[in-house]
């Protein structure tokens, strides 16, 4: 989870208590209220088919996310690795970042790395420690490196917290994509028109991992998306671009992109719009498939990148500053510079209006 600690003023959505209770559980709810929320339908015991309007969470996290309440999601275990980190905290006081439930990946807190890679646009990012002491014999423990988390944080808040905010943790110290995981949040609820259009800008900041090799590279670009509150009459219409990406090495160097054959590949990433399924949902959750193509050696297009955007609308998009935006892309593409190299890129990006 994304956890809030008033002296630090982290990122948002746990308050520890005098007894180490969490002000929330990982479902969202307030542990203190005892009014019986049990689904009647649920006669099995695994919490009941959460449908609001015709779509279950898509996400692990808030099990009946409310438009009228902040809701929390984070990877689903995928069997490649990801998907273990749901637990992670900023210390605004000393710049840390702590991230649990990954194996040698430190102490668990990440230290802001450097400039110029202390930042990715407006996304900061943060290293786990390389060596760690025995307790016993204080002989150095060598850790799996890199392991790295971005962290995004919204301009706005509600009731003192950010109103939104994401996270992402991957490691490039395996030669498959390794363990990690995104979590990203909304405080507060959403007020959806019923009409009329919008478009989200933003920067957009990620991590690009691989299968069947190590390493980790940096990934930069622009988000926009943009709402049909009109048109589809069964779902919102929804539609989005990730421009100007750029690819950044551990060392901070650029990464070429393709000018010819055996380097890199970084074009749009674009929405697929759908009809008919819950692009935006009533809760102000989004869900959409992503890809982008490239020419093949015959001079046909073909699919390049190909993954999943999840994201939640936060705030009253009707008046005031219009809302805003949070969300994870995951993709996945054969690198063109190796043979037999898949790579997956994880990013996340704060859109606002």
């Known amino acids: 989870m994304i956890r809030l600690t008033l002296a630090s003023s982290l990122l948002a959505l746990l308050a520890a208590c005098g007894d180490g209770q969490p002000l929330f559980d990982e479902n969202g709810t307030d542990p203190t209220d005892t009014t019986d929320t049990t689904d009647p339908t649920d006669t099995d015991g695994d919490g009941g088919d959460i449908d609001t309007d015709g779509a279950t969470p898509p996400l692990p996290g808030t099990d009946a996310p409310s438009p009228d309440a902040g809701i929390l999601r984070y990877e689903d275990r995928n069997g490649n690795g990801?998907?273990?980190v749901t637990d992670v905290s900023y210390d605004a006081a000393n710049d840390t970042f702590t991230v649990d439930n990954l194996g040698f990946d430190g102490a668990n807190t990440y230290q802001r790395l450097d400039a110029p890679l202390n930042t990715l646009g407006v996304t900061r990012v943060f290293a786990a420690d390389e060596v760690v002491e025995d307790t016993l014999t204080g002989k150095p423990v060598e850790q799996i490196i890199p392991y790295r988390a971005l962290y995004g944080v919204s301009n706005n808040q509600v009731d003192g917290e950010p109103r939104t905010s994401f996270a992402i943790v991957r490691t490039g110290g395996y030669r498959g994509y390794g363990f990690g995981g995104y979590v990203y949040e909304r405080n507060g609820g959403v007020v959806i028109p019923t009409e009329g259009q919008a478009t989200f800008s933003g920067q957009y900041a990620g991590l690009r991992v691989f299968d069947n090799a190590t390493g980790l590279e940096y990934t930069t670009g622009n988000m926009s998306m943009d709402f049909d509150f009109d048109d589809f009459n069964a779902n919102d219409a929804v539609k989005g671009q990730i421009t100007d990406r750029r690819a950044i090495n551990q060392d901070g160097t650029a990464v070429a992109l393709r000018t010819a054959d055996g380097q890199l590949l970084l074009p749009n990433i674009n929405w697929v719009i759908q009809e008919g399924s819950p692009s935006l949902?009533?809760?102000g959750e989004i869900t959409s498939e992503v890809d982008?193509?490239?020419?093949?050696?015959?001079?046909a297009p073909e699919t390049y990148e190909s993954g999943t955007f999840y994201g939640v609308l936060a705030g009253d998009a009707t008046r005031g500053d219009g809302g805003e935006i949070v969300g994870i892309i995951t993709i996945e593409?054969?690198?063109?510079?190796?043979?037999?190299i898949t790579a997956q890129e994880t990013g996340g990006a704060i859109l606002y209006r």
Do not use: F, H
């Not at 982008?292 to 001079?299: C, I």
């Not at 593409?333 to 037999?340: A, V």
């Open 333 to 340: 593409s054969t690198d063109p510079r190796y043979e037999g």
């Open 292 to 299: 982008n193509t490239r020419l093949n050696d015959s001079g």
């Open 82 to 84: 990801g998907g273990l």
């Open 281 to 283: 949902n009533e809760n």
